[in-house]
């Protein structure tokens, strides 16, 4: 009697918490690194961060599988690091690379399987037909500091794809934020890192929803890695305000996450495609360089809320964690005759609340096994 009663129970919990899951919002710097206070950065400010970071897992040991801007997202996007994806070097302009045609891309699987699609922000990966999202509005629609940097621009496409999502369907949203990467060989007018960029000042246009924060050279934090000099210093006080315009769009994100009555059915990932563009970040394989920010938010998982974690973790695992979160298969298929196997993990079991199910197949049919997670 005791034993029924315990099926039951478990039976009901598995209903519960593995029936129909909600969304997922994939929210990406642009060389953001670790000037927040989530990682005892104590002058960059940083509330939208800390927020989310209050109901997520920080992850300490987290590595890009490539340092650099499209590789890493392609990786991110596809799940294959980028020697496997094609991506081998920039998608834009004049580098033009692109993955392999075949590849089965994240928002390719979602789209197939039924999930809305959107992208707001940079992009920089293609081709079009391997990376296709129902909603698209990317550098390749307007101007990269338009999209990538206007926050309240952002908001406003994000919501339009937010207001179009039904209530009996799920969403997959990639909000490609273009700060904190610098812009002083496109557009010095702004500045080394775009700070001046919608700043209200003369010729600067405004961003309605930012509220710039500056910071002095001399107060800033000069990480190990960088040489302390004068110049060193004023680029890092600029890239401070940059993070705050991020910082601000990530709070954006969030709340019309509420607004649309999804913070608490959606899973919420940010992270970076490579590490700061200082001497041994950006493009170097250093840990300044490879070494990311990364934070998960599992509305399942809230006894895990603001702890951190030190295992290793990849950005290759973000397909298998959005895979496990919709509770989809990745496809069986080939590249260059060969086939495809993911190689990173979710990180679900890591982030949800202790008391996990794992479904074994026995010849008797399904059993269920109770176990405590780490
Ligand atoms: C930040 O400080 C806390 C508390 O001192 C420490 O446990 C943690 O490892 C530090 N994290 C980083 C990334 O330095
Ligand atoms: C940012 O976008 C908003 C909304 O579209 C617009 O009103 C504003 O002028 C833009 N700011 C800049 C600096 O382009």
Same mark, same amino acid.
């Given at each position: ?17 593995y029936?129909k899951?909600?969304n ?7 060389d ?7 990682y005892?950065?104590?002058v ?15 992850f300490?040991n987290?590595? $890009? ?11 991110i996007?596809s799940?294959?690091?980028q020697?496997?994806?094609g ?5 834009n302009?004049?580098h033009?690379?692109?993955?392999? $045609?075949?590849?089965?891309s ?8 039924g ?12 081709p079009?037909a ?6 698209e509005? $990317?550098?390749?629609?307007?101007s ?5 940097r ?6 406003d ?17 990639y909000?490609g ?5 610098r ?9 080394q890192?775009?700070?001046k960029?919608?700043n ?16 002095? #050279? ?5 990480p ?11 680029d890092?006080a ?22 649309y009555?999804?913070?608490?059915d959606?899973l919420?990932?940010? $992270?970076?495609?490579n590490?700061? #563009?200082f001497p041994s970040?950006?493009?170097?394989l ?12 599992? #509305? ?5 809320w ?13 397909? #298998? ?9 990745y &496809? ?7 086939k ?13 609340d202790d ?6 197949s026995? &010849?008797a ?10």
């Amino acid at each position: 009697m005791h034993r029924l009663a315990f099926v039951i129970f478990i039976s009901l919990h598995c209903v519960a918490t593995y029936g129909k899951r909600g969304n997922v919002l994939v929210l990406i710097g642009d060389d953001a690194g670790f000037e927040t206070a989530i990682y005892n950065n104590s002058v960059c400010q940083t509330p939208g961060l800390n927020y989310l970071a209050s109901r997520s897992i920080t992850f300490e040991n987290a590595f $890009t599988s490539v340092s650099s801007c499209s590789p890493s997202r392609s990786a991110i996007l596809s799940g294959l690091p980028q020697h496997q994806n094609g991506m081998f070097g920039l998608h834009n302009s004049v580098h033009h690379f692109n993955s392999f $045609t075949d590849l089965k891309s994240l928002p390719l699987i979602l789209q197939k399987a039924g999930i809305k699609t959107g992208i707001v922000g940079k992009k920089n990966v293609g081709p079009e037909a391997v990376y296709p999202f129902d909603f698209e509005v $990317t550098e390749e629609q307007m101007s990269i500091n338009e999209i990538g940097r206007n926050i309240t621009l952002m908001k406003d496409k994000a919501s339009e794809f937010l207001s179009k999502i039904k209530s009996d369907e799920q969403f997959f949203l990639y909000i490609g934020f273009h700060d904190p990467h610098r812009c002083g060989s496109t557009n010095p007018e702004y500045g080394q890192f775009c700070e001046k960029f919608g700043n209200g000042e003369p010729g600067m246009g405004v961003i309605p929803d930012w509220k710039p924060v500056h910071y002095s #050279p001399e107060e800033i934090v000069v990480p190990y890695h960088v040489q302390d000099t004068p110049k060193a210093r004023s680029d890092i006080a600029a890239q401070y305000t940059t993070i705050g315009r991020m910082d601000q769009g990530v709070k954006l994100m969030l709340q019309l996450l509420e607004k649309y009555g999804h913070l608490d059915d959606t899973l919420v990932i940010f $992270t970076s495609d490579n590490g700061i #563009p200082f001497p041994s970040g950006r493009t170097n394989l250093y840990s300044a360089g490879m070494s990311e920010p990364f934070l998960l938010s599992s #509305p399942e998982g809230k006894s895990k809320w603001g702890q951190r974690n030190k295992e290793l973790v990849s950005l290759v695992d973000i397909v #298998p964690t959005v895979l496990d979160w919709f509770g989809l298969d990745y &496809p069986d298929y080939k590249l260059q005759g060969r086939k495809v196997q993911l190689t990173g993990q979710s990180l679900l079991p890591l982030a949800h609340d202790d008391l996990s199910l794992q479904f074994e197949s026995q &010849p008797a049919g399904l059993q269920y096994k109770v176990g405590y997670g780490k």
